[in-house]
């Protein structure tokens, strides 16, 4: 059974920084891709940020610049460092892992960004 735990949300004035990191336990194939999405209110769930297991990196054009993803293969992680925060980035971030091999989402459970002043 696999299981992510996030960690990092909070309150934020516009222009400040926030960073988020997610672990992940259990058995899971290495072939995967580890990444963030988000979903605010009334809106669908929406890809951030996403890392494969050999480094490659993608992110939604909205967060370019300002955000970062990383992961550490030993340790199971993944962080998102978010820069320059707007209030357009208040959503419920959730971690995900894609296993590539079964094919199979696992999510976190989600924590909360407010971007406000």
């Known amino acids: 059974q696999v299981q992510l735990v996030e960690s990092g949300g909070g309150l934020v004035q516009p222009g400040g920084s926030l960073s988020l990191s997610c672990t992940a336990s259990g058995t899971f194939f290495r072939l995967n891709a580890m990444g963030w999405y988000r979903q605010a209110p009334g809106k669908q769930r929406e890809l951030v940020a996403v890392?494969?297991?050999?480094?490659?990196?993608n992110y939604a054009d909205s967060v370019k610049g300002r955000f970062t993803i990383s992961r550490d293969n030993a340790k199971k992680t993944v962080n998102l460092q978010m820069n320059n925060l707007k209030p357009e980035d208040t959503a419920v971030y959730y971690c995900?892992?894609?296993?590539?091999?079964?094919?199979?989402?696992?999510w976190g459970q989600g924590t909360q960004v407010v971007v406000s002043s």
């Open positions: 890392t494969t297991n050999d480094g490659t990196t």
């Open positions: 995900n892992l894609h296993d590539r091999v079964v094919r199979y989402d696992y």
